[in-house]
């Protein structure tokens, strides 16, 4: 029996179970230099992710000299075309984050993901890093047509991996919004995309790395 008072564990993506800082940093840099604009070091792009591909864009070009709509149309395909290529160069799970997952699958936990990234890039990205068979479920930004923090697309990843009790772990207020609008409790994790005190997201619980979380769990109150 199961010490883990969950029937899912859901996932955010992006700067929660994969590190993918360094693969969307190359797209946007990519993009830019095609715009003569300089490129942003790896870390500078945290703040810019979160909200899909454009919105990364339009905020990379409005912190690099200015945004319209005549560059983002200009230069978001050409940054969708490199990183579709270059979807697992750089791009790793955060330390600890398979034995977790490896923990909760022997405890008869299902995991899940509901991401903000498009379909395009999700699903090839986690073949490539070998961990699409790992999950129940794989929700992504246009999966429906609302991403987070609407509830709608953590109530399906939590109806597609077969329902239950369920708790969702982000680094942005989208995920811990998202989890909140769907009644469901929170978990934030600090070392995300996050560009401000963790706190802030106001979370049920913060890890700072994937060993606290199979004890937060199995500690979890009620
Ligand atoms: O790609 C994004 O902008 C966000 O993706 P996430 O929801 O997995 O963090
Ligand atoms: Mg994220």
């Known amino acids: 029996m199961s010490r883990i008072p969950f029937d899912v564990v859901g996932f955010d993506l992006d700067g929660t179970l994969l590190d ?8 946007v840099n990519y993009a830019l230099a095609t715009l003569d604009r300089p490129p942003f070091p790896v870390d500078s792009i945290h703040p810019f992710v979160g909200k899909g591909a454009k919105v990364m864009l339009e905020r990379a070009l409005a912190a690099s000299g200015g945004c319209d709509e005549g560059l ?3 230069a978001l395909p050409i940054l969708l075309d490199y990183y579709e290529q270059n979807l697992a160069v750089h791009s790793v799970p955060y330390p600890g984050a398979i034995a977790a997952i490896d923990e909760l ?3 008869g936990v299902k995991v899940a993901i ?4 498009s379909e395009r890039f999700t699903i090839p990205l986690m073949h490539q890093i070998g961990l699409s068979e790992r999950f129940a479920s794989i929700v992504c930004g246009d999966t429906l047509h609302v991403s987070k923090p609407d509830p709608a697309p953590i109530h399906e990843m939590i109806a597609r991996a077969g329902g239950g009790r369920a708790i969702f772990l982000g680094d942005t207020i989208n995920d ?3 989890a909140r609008n769907a009644a469901i409790p929170s978990v934030a994790v600090s070392f995300g995309f996050l560009d401000g005190p963790v706190e802030l997201l106001q979370a049920d619980a913060v890890i700072h790395h994937f060993d606290e979380l199979i004890p937060l769990l199995e500690n979890w109150p009620g």
């Open 176 to 178: 811990i919004a998202g």
């Open 114 to 117: 509901c991401t903000n990234k």
């Open 72 to 74: 983002i149309a200009t």
């Open 20 to 27: 993918t800082s360094g693969d969307l940093a190359a797209a």
């Open 105 to 107: 699958g022997q405890a």
